[in-house]
């Protein structure tokens, strides 16, 4: 594994090296703890919280906690419907300025297959942003779409890559897209770790953040209805 670690790391110094602007000139960081519940053939639960820092682990930047419901129509496809809240801070060094509150109602669907030996999974996604500012409050909407692909190392180990551009349906249209590369530890039968480089574009910024996540799966379906793994 470690032949592939290292390009990795030495890629995600070496974009660190070239930032131009405070926020961008610190390697940032994501924490993230996520799980799906399965109730039934059709019905599922996500629960997802968020923690970002500017630096590895001070300088506060976000907060993210959502839930999600979703419909499954078989095995590989899925719509899903959820509300977010988010508490945003969004200047790099510390100030006295209130942070920015969202509520976030969002709707996405999904569809997963297999190209040989990869793994592949569409994501599509609509967000209404309801933002509240210390001076006034806004609706924004706008639409992301995720392109992940997966590949097993073996029953352990896994490389996951995506890209996520987003489309603003406001100003500066093309207003943030986000690359994902790491590595995944299937830890035990039902969860895993996740440690990663995330290159994030948003608006005239590039910030690099270095992604650790968490995820648990359960399934209270009987053996014998249970559809194929997703």
Same mark, same amino acid.
């Given at each position: 594994?470690?032949?592939?670690?290292?390009?990795?790391?030495?890629?995600?110094?070496?974009?660190?090296?070239?930032?131009? @602007?405070?926020?961008? #000139?610190?390697?940032?960081?994501?924490? !993230?703890?996520?799980?799906?519940? &399965?109730?039934?053939?059709? *019905?599922?639960? #996500?629960?997802?919280?968020?923690? $970002?820092? +500017?630096?590895?682990?001070?300088?506060?930047?976000?907060?993210? =906690?959502?839930?999600?419901?979703?419909?499954?129509?078989?095995?590989?496809?899925?719509?899903? *419907?959820?509300?977010?809240?988010?508490?945003?801070? !969004?200047?790099?060094?510390?100030?006295?300025?209130?942070?920015?509150?969202?509520? $976030?109602?969002?709707?996405? +669907?999904?569809?997963?297959?297999?190209?040989?030996?990869?793994?592949?999974?569409?994501? !599509? &996604?609509?967000?209404?942003?309801?933002? /509240?500012?210390?001076?006034?409050?806004?609706?924004?909407? &706008?639409?992301?779409? $995720?392109?992940? =692909?997966?590949?097993?190392?073996?029953? !352990?180990?896994?490389?996951?890559?995506?890209?996520?551009?987003?489309? @603003?349906?406001?100003?500066?249209?093309?207003?943030?897209? $986000?690359? +994902?590369?790491? *590595?995944?530890?299937? =830890?035990?039968?039902?969860?895993?770790?996740?440690?990663? +480089?995330?290159?994030?574009?948003?608006? %005239? @910024?590039?910030?690099?953040?270095?992604?650790?996540? *968490?995820?648990?799966?359960? /399934?209270? &379906?009987?053996? %014998?209805?249970?559809?194929?793994?997703?």
């Amino acid at each position: 594994m470690k032949p592939l670690l290292f390009p990795l790391f030495f890629f995600l110094f070496a974009i660190h090296l070239f930032s131009q @602007n405070p926020s961008e #000139n610190h390697l940032g960081s994501w924490y !993230t703890y996520g799980s799906h519940h &399965r109730l039934s053939e059709r *019905i599922s639960l #996500n629960p997802y919280t968020e923690l $970002r820092f +500017y630096e590895p682990s001070s300088n506060y930047n976000l907060a993210f =906690v959502s839930l999600r419901g979703n419909y499954h129509f078989s095995a590989n496809q899925t719509i899903g *419907i959820g509300y977010a809240y988010l508490d945003i801070d !969004t200047v790099f060094e510390f100030d006295n300025e209130p942070n920015i509150h969202e509520h $976030r109602i969002f709707e996405q +669907y999904t569809v997963s297959h297999k190209v040989s030996k990869f793994s592949v999974l569409h994501r !599509t &996604r609509l967000e209404h942003r309801f933002l /509240d500012f210390s001076d006034r409050n806004e609706l924004q909407n &706008r639409f992301r779409y $995720r392109l992940s =692909v997966k590949y097993e190392l073996s029953k !352990t180990f896994f490389i996951l890559v995506s890209e996520e551009p987003f489309v @603003n349906f406001q100003d500066q249209v093309f207003h943030e897209n $986000r690359f +994902y590369a790491g *590595i995944g530890i299937n =830890v035990l039968k039902n969860s895993r770790l996740q440690i990663g +480089y995330l290159k994030q574009h948003i608006r %005239k @910024n590039n910030l690099n953040r270095i992604q650790v996540g *968490i995820s648990i799966k359960t /399934d209270s &379906r009987k053996p %014998k209805t249970k559809l194929a793994q997703l």
